[in-house]
């Protein structure tokens, strides 16, 4: 099925203090409100798409995925490190573009991506009550419950839910007192794109250094990689010059 509107075309994204990225601007201001509308980076969607991976075996329907989002690419940076982007035609799942997803909300509760959290939520369960000997299965209410309460304490506290938030705790749930190996491997979003880290990159930089930043799973694995380079720099000396010298001797 088609994507409904014609009229969303571009948008402009800005960095947040809480490292996701937030729609400023929009093509199509009349069918989508920007206030508090999130946008998924080409990190974080590789990351869900990791996350989505293990629900093949339980149903997956890539389809449903497909249709819950609109793609973008970069198109340019702004002085003031905004990024444009431009909405592109590439299938969301095969594209060689780094994606920016943009989930289709028009319809909150019926829409394609309402469809897509009804999904992934009735397969996680699925996976959970098949990897975990549970006294009794676990349902799907207990995990929505969940997830409810803690949209509620963001909104209480005035922060807005990000869609990359909404969307992993749903990936990730694993009810208190139980566990699965294949969440303690998982460390963050990746990306081996080295144009795409310079882009953003580029924008980071402009965020205040002052200003308290709570950075995401994303930035702790930039961290991480930012420590391996330096330790290996460390350990890689140049030779030794006057062995050299002693040896033309």
């Known amino acids: 099925?088609?994507?409904?509107?014609?009229?969303?075309?571009?948008?402009?994204?800005?960095?947040?203090?809480?490292?996701?990225?937030?729609?400023k601007?929009?093509?199509?201001?009349?069918?989508?409100?920007?206030?508090?509308?999130g946008i998924i980076d080409p990190r974080q969607f590789q990351h869900i798409m990791e996350l989505v991976e293990p629900l093949t075996d339980y149903g997956l329907q890539t389809d449903i995925v497909e249709e819950a989002f609109y793609s973008f690419g970069i198109d340019e940076i702004e002085e003031d490190k905004t990024i444009v982007?431009?909405?592109?035609?590439?299938?969301?799942?095969?594209?060689?573009?780094?994606i920016f997803a943009l989930p289709d909300v028009l319809d909150e509760e019926k829409g394609p991506?309402?469809?897509?959290?009804?999904?992934?939520?009735?397969?996680?369960?699925k996976l959970l009550n098949d990897l975990?000997?549970?006294?009794?299965?676990?349902?799907?209410?207990?995990?929505?419950?969940?997830?409810?309460?803690?949209?509620?304490?963001d909104y209480i506290e005035g922060r807005s839910s990000h869609f990359f938030t909404e969307i992993t705790a749903i990936?990730?749930?694993?009810?208190?007192?139980?566990?699965?190996?294949?969440?303690?491997e998982s460390s963050g979003p990746k990306s081996e794109d080295e144009e795409l880290e310079k882009d953003l990159a580029d924008v980071d930089a402009d965020v205040d250094t002052d200003e308290?930043?709570?950075?995401?799973?994303?930035?702790?694995w930039d961290e991480e990689e930012e420590e391996e380079d330096q330790n290996y720099e460390e350990t890689t000396a140049p030779p030794d010059e006057t062995v050299e010298e002693d040896d033309k001797k």
């Open 25 to 37: 601007e929009i093509s199509d201001p009349v069918h989508w409100d920007v206030d508090g509308l």
């Open 212 to 220: 308290k930043i709570e950075a995401d799973e994303t930035m702790k």
């Open 132 to 153: 975990i000997d549970f006294s009794k299965n676990l349902t799907i209410e207990e995990l929505e419950e969940e997830i409810r309460e803690a949209q509620n304490e």
């Open 85 to 98: 982007l431009k909405r592109i035609k590439d299938s969301i799942l095969d594209s060689d573009e780094q």
């Open 1 to 23: 099925m088609p994507k409904p509107t014609t009229k969303l075309t571009w948008c402009k994204a800005r960095l947040g203090e809480d490292m996701n990225w937030w729609i």
């Open 171 to 184: 990936l990730e749930y694993v009810p208190e007192g139980f566990e699965l190996d294949e969440d303690e």
């Open 113 to 125: 991506y309402a469809d897509f959290l009804d999904h992934i939520t009735k397969l996680r369960i």
